[in-house]
């Protein structure tokens, strides 16, 4: 029976991360209870519900929007689907937690944010990375003036290796599957919007990928409102690992976030010394960052406040994708006044 | 109802320790299910059975011997209730998993090990530091050659600061309740046994403790069969944090494990470069240790394996906590044979 | 009187840098002999010439391509008097050390360095910082393929403090005088040339370096003609010290040289760990370069050996200057065939 | 011809600690002035002489005693020659400076002490890593307060490489000669005396430094006057280089000195990250602390001040290593005041 005090919800999606929203949601966040998931995989939904003890199982996802003990969705099914599942789920009064991207069409995320806003429910992006502690300690740095005034930000992102051809075809390429998040990144580590992209690119991964028209290396340029300048880089391959690396230097110091690593052991040989490599892959690295964007869902919807990742801040990273696309097509910056 | 495919566990004792155990097999242990739990704390016990879906609660720990769906038992109670639950446990046909120390006596903790021997049920003790994935990558390294023959083994153990007066009146001195872990540790890493040992100790951080008998900082010197020579630093107060670290050094290198530190942030200023602390104490620093040996003890009973960690490795540390403590009152080297 | 196994060597200029030399050259290279200093600032020279034992001073660089004695010549005085005396050193069969820039008029530099080739001597160019240890090890990495295809070069060069105002206005901009080093940093561990270059900028530091005309702060964005991608970035002032970084990222790894510290002391605290500062400047942190450099230059004049930095070496960073300043002007990437 | 505002000296010994300080004074101490050298290794004098320009060679360290051009001599000749020297320099009036150990027998150590106190002469002892700055930054923490009332001091000392085995024969076994330099730093770190001492060893490095009666392997517990504890080990070989190490732990935080590496690189690949190698031995990890100790020694004798490192300071770890030697023969702590 539903706890009343408790916001009922409801996943949608049973990958990768569904599975992750599904785990946490079950375990540790005793605010929320896990009333429903949804995927077209039922096999793969049922063995979850069975594990994690959820009441009902469907494989669509109108039911849920049906359902009165439901409160909340967590929108993790295929981005293709998030635009209608989105819109609908606002139109029937239920707050949304949605993973990034609300879309590829800005015309359809536009559409989307104003039945949001019109349904007046609480509409949460799916931007983990602002919830690991080391990027937000870097955030609170930069907010609070620790480093004085920002003046140049540097972002390192590269992949331990590249998605499966069959993604990149769909996936809206690099800049929209990959450097949004640092996109994002940049905007919540500065606090401020950009207003010019310039990217420059090349295929020296895989040539598979130069094929189906996608590039797997890139160093963007950003410039924000205020004057920041950001760099960031990005490959789909780092045979080290997974490496995700910001740095914030301003008038008064800089303040960096490294690598975390497996373990905190050091060897010492003839050879020199020897440490351990990041976390494998987005899974491990985030874990906990997953956990808090949803107790700060969950939170955000017993508090009625405004969550961290607003629909705003789902737009404008595909904003930025479409200009640094458009810069690398052109060979030039490209003000994100251009794009639409 | 209990699924005749996981193993029924009951918890006795819910203090800061039990109740980790009590959340790790209720949510991280697929193949446990907790039956009951056992507290002369009712009130707490009856919400963390609320809290973790618990069926039963009881305050008395021969309820839990009688119930036929609890396969193993979780001694988390009071040091001075370890060996009549742990005898009538092992007598009752159940598996136990002790925290440290068994006991403070030898001849109760020989007698409870006799009791187990006999019944041939699996005995883990809490030594949960072997778990720690930086140790055990140290061992592995140590066991494997990969640092060649040991000579040398350094551990450093500082806790972040003095417990309760009242509790070092009773814990048997800081040998027994401190560095019982180290002499674990060493025993561990190096694989062969302590012969002798040679303490030095004073009260630095805080006269009380010099008042009720014990002292707070101790270099501990040991001499393993085979040869490795071994120190030890202990202090109860270090304010940068609980620190734990480890260093064996052999003949084809080093191995080292460090402090993790709650994040991987620097900020660099005109005073220099600054990094994070590490984490505040035992149930941050060990909270993974703490599941994995759970793991291991639910394992080796599904298995028919023997323990990671067995009576007598929860043995050999009080013995060389005497000889410690006889070794500081008489300040000489003792041997490990001159204890009982 | 002159050793005939040694090269004679004069030194033109004795400001920071030819100090440097002079020291070097009189304390710690045996294979070479200071015969002569010339300075403008005549006082200045008769200190160094007591101090360092150098038997001749003279206000006119003339009288050291008469003396017979001399082999060689340090070119250290200001840039605006380089093209004459090198044309004048060359012409007089005189090997020639030349301090960075050359000059900065292209047309100069092509005269000088053709009149160097007809005169058939030795003409090394300062760019010391290839001779620092550390970024030797770094693209002795590249070059051996241990990081297997280089895709991405990051290059961070933070000054601690801006040059005096007067500097600025002359220096030819910050392109030209201080992104120059990274220039030839860029093309000296990738061991490629670059064909465009793109440069965002601005004035963050200090409003009165934007009033004569430069900026303080830039992100440059190079591209390799084999297609590495490369991102430097520049800053007039960091606090926390002379930043010196270089990261090169290939197909089989990662190589990244970090800044030295002025010691290997931590201290830790209730706010965590500290730990001290990168040296001052560049004198303190490049002095074993700069004696590399000279040692180098000594040896190719003995061995009859190529220069290890070339005039083509001196001419490169000088167009990739004006590329950058033209494509700050413009807001474009600027080919670098686009520059003369 | 002598500068009479130089204080004129002259070298016992060319090995390579006496080039290191002939190097050091003909190059680097423009307020020395190196007059004369003596070795009975004519063929290297000579050598050295005409390198440095050195005026006088020798093979009589008489001849230096009765030049009157020589202020100071710095006594590094083989040790069983410092008594005599250093009584014959200071009955002759001249300063001191004496390479450790001053000797190995107590007896003649105080004769000599005793002369050079009736003398006036300034004796200063060759602590060279007394000198070392990131020693001197750890001492300075201690000493301001900065950690706190200091409680527990660890140091680690490991050679790259055994010596000799017929240097290990004459040395006066690992605690003369090598423990000797940690006796030393635990007196400066601590600044306070020892009063008792407790080492175990071994051989694990090497069955032929048994055979000569030495061990290759130890770890030292020293016991302070006011109540710090400390431990020290020894190995004669750590195959990852030269490994000098110290902490110390107080009341408000602790202060640790690690191994500085020959390079800042990081190599990055599917192993994980690599770093360099400390520098190999002595003569590179402590080139500048052997200048400073001299600077230092000059600098007493111009300003009539107390040389940093005393006869005492060079008694004292003698005594200590007495002690050390006979807690490890006797194998129980042995009090300082045991020692003659």
Do not use: W
């Amino acid at each position: 029976m539903n706890n009343p005090s408790k916001i009922g919800v409801g996943v949608i999606g049973t990958g990768r991360i569904g599975k992750l929203h599904i785990e946490h949601l079950s375990q540790n966040i005793p605010d929320a209870e896990l009333i429903a998931i949804c995927s077209l995989d039922t096999e793969t939904a049922e063995i979850f519900a069975e594990q994690f003890n959820i009441p009902k199982v469907t494989s669509d996802y109108r039911t849920l929007l049906d359902d009165s003990q439901i409160d909340a969705i967590i929108v993790a099914s295929s981005t293709d689907t998030h635009v209608e599942i989105c819109q609908a789920a606002a139109e029937a009064g239920m707050h949304i937690f949605c993973e990034k991207p609300i879309a590829l069409d800005l015309e359809q995320i536009d559409e989307t944010l104003a039945i949001v806003e019109k349904a007046g429910v609480k509409f949460q992006v799916g931007f983990n990375r602002r919830f690991d502690a080391n990027f937000r300690r870097v955030r609170e740095a930069v907010a609070s003036g620790e480093i004085g005034e920002p003046h140049i930000l540097r972002i390192t992102s590269r992949d331990p290796a590249p998605p499966p051809i069959e993604y990149v075809k769909v996936s809206g390429g690099i800049f929209l599957d990959m450097t949004i998040h640092d996109f994002d990144m940049a905007r919540y580590l500065i606090g401020d919007e950009v207003v010019e992209v310039y990217a420059v690119g090349g295929v020296r991964v895989d040539q598979k990928i130069g094929e189906v028209g996608d590039i797997d290396t890139t160093i963007i340029t950003l410039r924000f409102q205020d004057g920041v300048l950001a760099t960031i880089d990005n490959s789909r391959e780092a045979v080290y690992g997974y490496d995700q690396r910001v740095e914030v230097f301003g008038s008064k110091g800089m303040v960096a976030a490294g690598n975390p690593l497996t373990d905190t052991v050091t060897f010492s040989g003839s050879e020199g010394n020897r440490t351990a490599s990041p976390p494998d892959f987005f899974v491990e690295r985030y874990k906990a960052a997953y956990l808090s964007e949803l107790q700060a869902f969950i939170q955000c919807i017993q508090k009625g406040t405004q969550p961290l990742v607003t629909g705003e801040d789902g737009r404008a990273p595909i904003v930025m994708g479409y200009a640094a696309l458009k810069s690398l097509r052109e060979n030039r910056p490209v003000q994100l006044s251009e794009i639409l």
